[in-house]
């Protein structure tokens, strides 16, 4: 048998390389730079002011002085700023030459109008030189990098991408992933279960799972235990960019995938893993795509996928850590277990004050797809631990457990 890392280094020796396209900020919210970007230009592009208030020579301040305009967000000084004089200023708008601070409205009196007929204004208090004035390319200089390639493009990335005037990015192709669910009892939800028949879960629980990894999933439906079938199926497949089958890749009679896939001239490793759950494993690479034979029982399903499919999605779309987050947490109680393989405990996460704690989900076995509906992560327990007890580490697959159950602020 091989260990969890030896099988996940193998199957990450043959990942192809993805390739990158071009996507309009609206479509890029989420996916992965295939590029480093810098910015065109500078931002702000001119000295802007940070307040309402007037532009000034700090030196003028305190005083009474004479207003030469006002400038609003969008307009242009037409006059320099001489010594007695300002200028009204809004947020957003050009500080006008001359002017070396900013006075916010707060700190000025009205004036009446002099004799002539001039806007006056008596500002109080002192200026620095620069307060309140954000000089041209201070936030972000020309030419710099602000974004690297590999980064996932967040709300605060889209942000900036369209701050500094860039309105596309190249980013990685989201790999089509063919999902092929075989077993002669599989009816689709919605469908009346005959005698010894049961629903097909697993193939909507990896095109979710083939989603959360930036992957687009393509439903190649449900195939009977017939090899004839099973080998259409997988040669309609290899149109994908990447592969999953789920069922039949035990030693039981009607576990036709690796045969059909031999067939078909798969370069093909078949595997027992010491995990558990999720011993039996198909992978190998048929004309470039990888294609992986993932056993049918639905945890072992899904462990298999967060392990070995997982990583390679992300390294196809360009994620330099395409692992899953682990922490370390705490295991409420003790149980005793067979040391001998490596096991992912699906637990759920809660904050306990600064220590996360995990606490066992639901029934643990192959089939008991109620725990990974409630577990945040699985519980890491190498080959020789005894007991699932004390600090383990978690590998992380909901974030969900770190959002505050009550509305409060604690800073
Ligand atoms: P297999 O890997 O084909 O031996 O299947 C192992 C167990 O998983 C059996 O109990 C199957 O009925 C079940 N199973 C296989 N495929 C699916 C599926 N798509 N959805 C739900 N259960 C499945
Ligand atoms: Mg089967």
Not at 145 to 158: H, K, P
Not at 242 to 259: E, I
Not at 374 to 403: N, S, Y
């Given at each position: ?275 558990k ?52 947490a705490e295991m409420v109680g003790r149980s005793r277990r067979r040391p001998?393989?490596?096991e992912f405990v699906r637990v759920r ?8 704690r995990a606490e066992v989900a639901g029934h643990q076995g192959?089939?008991g797809?109620?725990s ?6 699985f519980a890491l327990l190498p080959?020789?631990a005894t007991e699932v007890a004390g600090t383990v ?19």
């Amino acid at each position: 048998m091989l260990t969890v890392e030896e099988a996940l280094a193998r199957v990450l020796e043959h990942v192809p390389p993805g390739s990158a396209e071009r996507a309009w900020l609206a479509d890029a919210h989420g996916r992965i730079l295939a590029e480093d970007v810098f910015s065109p230009g500078e931002l702000p592009p001119w000295p802007a002011s940070a307040m309402d208030g007037f532009a000034v020579r700090a030196a003028d301040i305190p005083g009474d002085l004479r207003v030469l305009e006002t400038v609003a967000a969008g307009g242009v000084p037409r006059h320099r700023v001489e010594p007695g004089t300002v200028t009204r200023i809004m947020t957003g708008a050009p500080v006008p030459d001359g002017a070396d601070a900013v006075v916010m409205v707060e700190d000025s009196e009205a004036l009446p109008p002099s004799a002539a007929g001039a806007d006056r204004v008596r500002l109080l208090g002192a200026a620095a030189v620069g307060q309140h004035v954000r000089p041209r390319g201070s936030e972000v200089a020309r030419g710099v990098r602000v974004l690297s390639r590999g980064q996932t493009l967040g709300a605060g990335a889209i942000g900036v991408l369209a701050a500094v005037g860039i309105p596309s990015v190249r980013v990685s192709v989201r790999p089509r992933v063919g999902i092929l669910s075989t077993g002669d009892e599989l009816v689709e939800p919605g469908g009346a279960l005959g005698p010894g028949q049961i629903h097909s879960s697993n193939g909507h629980a990896l095109a979710a799972l083939v989603r959360e990894a930036g992957g687009v999933p393509v439903d190649l439906g449900n195939a009977p235990d017939d090899p004839v079938a099973i080998g259409a199926a997988f040669r309609a497949a290899l149109r994908c960019d990447l592969v999953v089958s789920t069922g039949g890749v035990s030693v039981g009679d009607y576990d036709h995938v690796k045969g059909v896939l031999k067939d078909l001239g798969l370069t093909m490793d078949f595997w027992r893993v010491a995990m558990k759950p999720g011993k039996p494993l198909a992978y190998g690479v048929l004309g470039g795509t990888p294609v992986f034979g993932l056993p049918g029982n639905p945890v072992s399903c899904m462990v298999n996928f967060y392990q070995f499919v997982r990583p390679v999605l992300r390294t196809m779309l360009g994620d330099p850590t395409p692992y899953l987050p682990v922490i370390q947490a705490e295991m409420v109680g003790r149980s005793r277990r067979r040391p001998g393989r490596a096991e992912f405990v699906r637990v759920r996460l809660f904050r306990d004050g600064d220590t996360v704690r995990a606490e066992v989900a639901g029934h643990q076995g192959s089939a008991g797809v109620l725990s990974m509906a409630d577990a945040h992560g699985f519980a890491l327990l190498p080959e020789a631990a005894t007991e699932v007890a004390g600090t383990v580490a978690v590998q992380v697959f909901d974030p969900g457990f770190l959002a505050g159950a009550e509305a409060s602020y604690r800073w």
